[in-house]
């Protein structure tokens, strides 16, 4: 009996130390990342700073750009659970909401609280894009990603009946895709310095003029 609760005891601390690493080096790799770039930030350096070995990484995460990916998922949904973007609370609590308004400024609002935390990762991922074939694989599927969630968005509002009369299902998705865009964010927020908050009321007035009726 006494073997069998040490090794549930070996079992848990050891997978607890795991989870300990991997949060350390995810922070790591985002400090790094946004500081040096994607290009000039190695798994050295990232081992380092996250007290760990470089086969550490390798072995929890993976290579560097599974690395990136790993950070950009974390720093779109807030944390490192392994629950689909689709299935998380918030997209459940939108989907549920049945006055079309509420829903969009539930949105907006999402955006305002979780873009400060993703779009630099974003933006640093498309920058490195355009001389990394690797951080390319990631920029598209993030692209293809968002494309995903954006289309079940659209179907949802169409499937509920509160679009505007003509309004497609590729319209709102390209509405929906263009609003949540890490471009519209550097533009809006970091280069003409509105706040986060202005600019979540700014995509909940576009997408409400834009698609309803």
């Given at each position: 009996?006494?073997?069998?609760?040490k090794?549930?005891?070996?079992?848990?601390?050891?997978?607890e130390?795991?989870?300990?690493?991997?949060?350390?080096?995810?922070a790591?790799?985002?400090?790094?990342?946004?500081?040096?770039?994607?290009?000039?930030?190695?798994?050295?350096?990232?081992?380092?700073?996250?007290?760990?070995?470089?086969?550490?990484?390798?072995?929890?995460?993976?290579?560097?750009?599974?690395l990136?990916?790993?950070?950009?998922?974390?720093a779109?949904?807030?944390?490192?659970?392994?629950?689909?973007?689709?299935?998380?609370?918030?997209?459940?609590?939108?989907?549920?909401?049945?006055?079309?308004?509420?829903?969009?400024?539930m949105f907006?609002?999402h955006?305002a609280?979780?873009?400060?935390?993703?779009?630099?990762i974003?933006l640093?991922?498309?920058?490195?894009?355009?001389?990394d074939a690797?951080?390319a694989?990631?920029?598209?599927?993030?692209?293809?990603?968002r494309?995903?969630?954006?289309?079940?968005?659209?179907?949802?509002?169409l499937?509920?009946?509160?679009l505007?009369?003509?309004?497609?299902?590729?319209?709102?998705r390209?509405?929906?895709?263009?609003?949540?865009?890490p471009?519209?964010y550097?533009?809006?927020?970091l280069?003409?310095?509105?706040?986060?908050e202005?600019?979540?009321?700014f995509?909940t007035q576009?997408l409400?003029?834009?698609?309803?009726?």
């Open positions: 009996m006494a073997r069998a609760v090794r549930n005891y070996d079992s848990s601390g050891r997978k130390q795991a989870a300990r690493n991997r949060q350390a080096v995810l790591a790799a985002r400090a790094l990342f946004l500081e040096h770039g994607y290009g000039a930030t190695t798994m050295p350096a990232v081992a380092t700073a996250a007290g760990v070995s470089v086969e550490t990484i390798y072995k929890t995460i993976g290579s560097k750009p599974e990136l990916k790993a950070v950009l998922d974390v779109i949904v807030g944390d490192d659970e392994p629950v689909p973007m689709l299935e998380r609370g918030l997209v459940r609590r939108v989907n549920a909401e049945p006055e079309p308004h509420r829903k969009f400024a907006g609002a955006m609280e979780a873009a400060p935390r993703h779009v630099p974003q640093l991922t498309k920058a490195a894009a355009r001389d690797a951080a694989a990631v920029w598209e599927q993030m692209c293809k990603e494309l995903t969630g954006m289309t079940a968005f659209a179907t949802r509002l499937n509920d009946k509160v505007r009369k003509g309004v497609t299902v590729e319209e709102a390209d509405v929906l895709w263009s609003l949540q865009s471009e519209l550097e533009v809006l927020v280069q003409r310095g509105w706040e986060p202005r600019y979540g009321r995509i576009a409400s003029a834009a698609l309803l009726p």
